[in-house]
């Protein structure tokens, strides 16, 4: 069932000083193959690509699904810092110092958008193409000075803000289990991220459970507080306009909080882009919206390195 918290083998490992969770099904349990990376957001667990990793190790991937630093059963950061740089030093040194793979495809959506752009442009040697969708893009003044929807719906901002600058705060009103879970749910249900009627009661539960405990999230609006402190992050990213990494752009145009443009600023930020593309009746969550054309569309995207492995 894609609601089973046990339906695939957690693994941990340490190679950044923290034990980190994963998942790490191949194709071919003798050898190496397609390594695909996929990378959570916010709020969001390992749990979010339940659907999507079996298919696609069927296509002939070895998918690596990681929880970030602080999210679902990975540890809290030892050095306190969960900023996008963080994140895609974590990935690097899993994939490819733990795991052995020279070369991988990143895929990702919210968080997990400027952690895969920050890996595309930092390792473009390790990476070798990227699937975004419904992320956070850099602001291009000059080629996007004219395009309508270029900034998140204001109406949306409320928790970004209150994550970001009062995060202790609000931690400390969502006191128990219950109340941590509620808060996490509305995201799925009533403030419109999800195409309407996407989750189940069940399936939100399943997605807010990692939630319930205080730490996982206290730790998770880290990364918020990262975007308004420049003391919470190490070293400046280096996301931004990417001329270079082959990239496949999916939208999910239901989505409430991500920008209405995503798409058209996909099309300037991705100098080598496929799509955008699309999704009917799919919103913020696409690979539990639209796993089909998630799969679907990153096995063409990626078939000549299938067809090689």
Not at 132 to 137: G, K, Q, R, T, Y
Request: hydrophobic content about 40%.
């Amino acid at each position: 069932m894609s609601i089973d918290p046990n339906r695939f083998e957690v693994k941990r490992a340490a190679p950044r000083g923290f034990e980190q969770a994963y998942v790490h099904e191949r194709a071919d349990v003798t050898g190496k193959g397609v390594a695909l990376l996929c990378v959570h957001g916010w709020p969001e667990s390992k749990r979010i690509f339940w659907k999507v990793i079996e298919p696609l190790v069927v296509a002939g991937f070895d998918v690596i699904v990681p929880d970030l630093r602080g999210f679902g059963d990975s540890a809290s950061a030892p050095d306190g810092r969960y900023d996008t740089v963080s994140h895609a030093r974590d990935l690097f040194a899993l994939v490819h110092d733990h795991l052995g793979y020279d070369k991988v495809v990143v895929l990702g959506g919210d968080l997990g958008g400027p952690v895969i752009q920050d890996m595309a442009l930092r390792y473009p040697d390790f990476v070798d193409r990227m699937v975004l969708f419904n992320s956070p893009l850099p602001y291009d003044k000059e080629r996007m000075a004219d395009m309508p929807g270029t900034r998140a719906p204001r109406e949306s901002a409320d928790y970004f803000v209150r994550q970001g600058t009062d995060a202790d705060r609000l931690a400390q009103e969502l006191s128990t289990p219950i109340a941590r879970r509620a808060y996490i749910s509305t995201f799925y249900t009533s403030r419109f991220w999800a195409h309407p009627g996407t989750f189940s009661p069940a399936e939100v539960d399943f997605h807010t459970e990692p939630f319930a405990d205080a730490d996982t999230l206290r730790d998770s609006f880290g990364a918020y507080e990262s975007a308004f402190d420049a003391s919470k992050r190490p070293e400046p990213t280096v996301m931004g306009r990417n001329d270079v990494t082959s990239t496949l752009v999916l939208y999910g145009p239901s989505d409430h909080v991500i920008y209405p443009a995503f798409d058209r600023m996909a099309g300037v930020i991705f100098g080598r882009h496929v799509g955008p593309f699309l999704l009917r009746d799919c919103g913020h969550f696409v690979p539990w919206e639209a796993p089909h054309a998630l799969v679907s569309g990153t096995v063409a995207f990626c078939s000549d390195l299938l067809n090689r492995a």
